[in-house]
């Protein structure tokens, strides 16, 4: 049974940084890509980054390229997310995620479609 429990939401200013935590169990994730999503109040949950367990590459969405980053550490079967510059429009509940995907790169790992395990999310919330 895959778990994912994500840690490290909280209420930081505008400016300021957070890192996630996504704690994996009940598989090897070697051959998985692990992803990050959020969802605002009203919206759609949208893609924020990926890595690929194996080798490491990682995918950012646009909006937060250059300000997040994803890592991921084997030994601890914890997959990380960096968030630095933190806007108020970044405020949302952030989704652990993985999947074994037969496609890739981007069209692929930003689909939510293709991860078939989810966390239960930790709310980020950023003031100006």
């Not at 200013?13 to 009940?26: E, V």
């Not at 890592?71 to 405020?91: C, F, G, H, I, W």
């Amino acid at each position: 049974q895959v778990q994912l429990v994500e840690s490290g939401g909280g209420l930081v200013q505008a400016g300021g940084s957070l890192r996630l935590s996504c704690a994996a169990s009940g598989r090897t994730f070697s051959s998985y890509v692990m992803g990050w999503f959020r969802q605002a109040p009203g919206k759609e949950r949208e893609f924020v980054a990926a890595i690929k367990w194996s080798g490491g590459r990682t995918y950012y969405a646009d909006s937060v390229k250059g300000r997040f980053t994803i890592s991921r550490d084997n030994a601890k079967n914890t997959v990380y997310l960096q968030m630095n510059t933190l806007r108020p429009e970044d405020t949302a509940v952030y989704y652990c995620a993985a999947g074994t995907p037969y496609c890739t790169g981007y069209g692929c790992y930003d689909s939510k479609g293709i991860y078939a395990y989810w966390g239960r999310g930790t709310q980020v919330t950023v003031s100006s």
